[in-house]
């Protein structure tokens, strides 16, 4: 098994990027993509190199040769009111109850993109998401229990979606806005359904997530691609993904002036230490796939400390990564770990940021708010305090309103042809069986083997 997921993430970003094709990105500052390494990975297009610099305040902008097939950011022209334009938010997806649990597990292990196999082992992707959720769903159902029995992901997005729906009506964009989740109900594919019925002439393409990953953004993006190559109305349709936006001023403002909110509940907010916990992605994601998120996560703070100096707030800062599952090596430091030693070093304050996440769900609401929090109070931490997830923040979804309108300019009809990684539908049917045949055995016998099993679950808890 160790050799297994060893062997996990070797498939090269580049390949992600072919199944995807190219987005168009129109966001405010001169470009929507992030200012990081992953760019040389792109296929030629025809786009412009894009170039990383850092200015005096500590902020991070991205010069005129980005990656932009416009650079002229026009208004809304006269004829997008006749568009029926819709907007798709993607977003993880959460068990809303407990008997989701091993069934949203399974979708989650079942991804290429969370277990990335190799293709000599790819006939396991499902028989072993099979036996991870059924090994992991107990756990998991404490946690869920926990937060109310259920994660209010779904009902949070739903209330972004409507909240963002009032924003570009103020802003003269009538827009149906829709909500695709990953692993849990509605999928992207029933979304894409509803605007395929809803016969939406434009659309823009927002993950909600402000960090690009393969596993978040690039996961979703590449079951958009999937649809747009098998389907006519998909394949003709002008779409505009903004891929990562954890760059915009609105975003950054707003996570400030959380932040200096929750600092001054501090008695002494002046020596709280600033802790800043990200979801976690494997190693080998970043050093062999290209993933470009810890390069933006840590552009993120920058803007954001840089931002929060600007208020006469000079806090220490630290970053850490949360949520590591399996025996891989995940990005470092780990927020446990981190959070032991900053009591060993005497630090009593400590107000925790969840910097990937706009939404509650259990790894705020459990992981952060119950398991760290109690770490925290046991490694010698006597005061602790948590930003909220941004929701609904009228600022925050003011300026997502604002990336909608500039993305759309660059809608465009996507190639969807440049991909060669065959779809399960051009693999052979008796192939697949037999693949699946042999997995399953496989995935039976580590069950059925105590000392594997013991060895499998410890290294997942």
């Known amino acids: 098994m160790e050799a297994v997921n060893s062997a996990v993430a070797q498939t090269n970003l580049l390949e992600l990027r072919n199944r995807s094709s190219v987005s168009k990105h129109l966001l405010r500052g001169s470009t929507s993509l992030s200012c990081a390494k992953f760019t040389s990975n792109f296929p030629n297009y025809g786009l412009q190199k894009i170039v990383k610099k ?23 022209a006269s004829s997008t009111a006749e568009e029926k334009v819709g907007v798709l938010l993607l977003n993880l997806g959460g068990p809303e109850t407990l008997n989701d649990v091993q069934p949203f597990l399974y979708n989650l292990f079942a991804d290429p993109d969370i277990i ?4 000599l082992f790819r006939f396991l992707q499902r028989p072993l998401a099979k036996l991870i959720s059924v090994v992991r769903a107990p756990k998991s159902k404490e946690g869920y229990a926990a937060i109310g029995g259920g994660s209010p992901l779904r009902r949070i997005t739903d209330e972004q979606a409507e909240a963002l729906k009032l924003a570009l009506k103020d802003k003269n964009l009538n827009a149906n806005v829709y909500v695709g989740m990953r692993y849990w109900k509605p999928f992207t594919e029933e979304a894409l359904h509803q605007i395929n019925k809803d016969r939406i002439t434009k659309l823009v393409v ?18 958009l691609q999937s649809i747009i190559r098998e389907d006519d109305y998909f394949s003709r349709l002008p779409i505009s993904i903004i891929e990562s936006w954890y760059q915009r001023e609105g975003y950054i403002k707003s996570m400030s002036e959380l932040t200096e909110i929750e600092l001054q509940k501090f008695t002494k907010p002046e020596e709280v230490m600033i802790f800043f916990s990200a979801h976690g992605v494997p190693l080998s994601y970043v050093k062999d796939a290209g993933d470009p998120y810890r390069d933006q996560m840590e552009d993120c703070i920058t803007l954001i400390m840089a931002e929060l100096k600007s208020r006469g707030i000079n806090n220490t800062h630290t970053l850490a990564y949360q949520s590591r599952v399996g025996p891989v090596q995940w990005l470092k430091p780990y927020t446990d770990e981190v959070i032991v030693e900053l009591g060993q070093k005497g630090v009593k304050s400590l107000l925790a940021i969840p910097i990937s996440f706009v939404s509650e769900h259990i790894e705020t609401l459990e992981e952060i708010d119950m398991e760290y929090k109690h770490l925290a109070l046991e490694s010698g931490i006597e005061n602790w305090g948590r930003v909220p997830a ?47 045949l042999f997995g399953s055995f496989f995935a039976l016998f580590l069950l059925l083997s105590p000392r594997v099993l013991s060895a499998f679950r410890n290294s997942l808890f």
């Open 54 to 76: 850092h200015n005096h305040a500590g902020s991070i902008k991205c010069s005129t040769e980005a990656y932009l097939h416009d650079l002229n950011f026009p208004k809304i």
């Open 206 to 223: 927002l993950p909600l997530y402000p960090q690009f990953s393969i596993s978040t953004s690039g996961s979703s993006i590449r079951v």
């Open 116 to 119: 990335r196999l190799p293709r």
């Open 390 to 436: 941004l929701g609904c923040t009228s600022s925050f979804i003011s300026d997502l309103a604002d990336a909608v309108v500039e993305a759309l300019p660059s809608a465009s009809i996507l190639d969807a042809k440049s991909s060669s990684a065959p779809t399960e539908t051009e693999i052979d049917p008796l192939q697949y069986a037999i693949s699946f």
